[in-house]
Nanobody, 121 residues
Framework: QVQLVESGGGSVQPDGSLRLSCAAS????????MGWYRQAPGKERELVAL???????NYEDSVKGRFTISRDNAKNTVFLQMNSLRPADTAVYYC???????????????WGQGTQVTVSS
């Protein structure tokens, strides 16, 4: 089984910073893309940032220049550094990883349990 465990959420004032981490564990042959999604109350889940196995990145327009996604392949971990946070960034943030559990298996998307980020004065 594969598990994604997130950490680093919390409450912060506007213009503050937070760093989210997500560690994948279990039966892992290879991790392809990893990403962060978020879901605010009453809204659909949206992609925030994505990083490929080759370290190419993609960001949702509203977070460009403020958020940075990175990964540590040796530790199967993905990070999201969030700076200049705004109240509109308030949401539950979910980690996602596209993982192959063996050389003969198909890839599958796995999700973390979610971590709350609240930006408020």
């Amino acid at each position: 089984q594969v598990q994604l465990v997130e950490s680093g959420g919390g409450s912060v004032q506007p213009d503050g910073s937070l760093r989210l981490s997500c560690a994948a564990s279990g039966s892992i042959f290879r991790i392809n893309a990893m990403g962060w999604y978020r879901q605010a109350p009453g809204k659909e889940r949206e992609l925030v940032a994505l990083i490929t196995s080759g370290n190419s990145t993609n960001y949702e327009d509203s977070v460009k220049g403020r958020f940075t996604i990175s990964r540590d392949n040796a530790k199967n971990t993905v990070f999201l550094q969030m700076n200049s946070l705004r109240p509109a960034d308030t949401a539950v943030y979910y980690c996602n990883a596209n993982i192959k559990i063996s050389a003969w298996s198909y890839t599958h998307d796995y999700w973390g349990q979610g971590t709350q980020v609240t930006v408020s004065s």
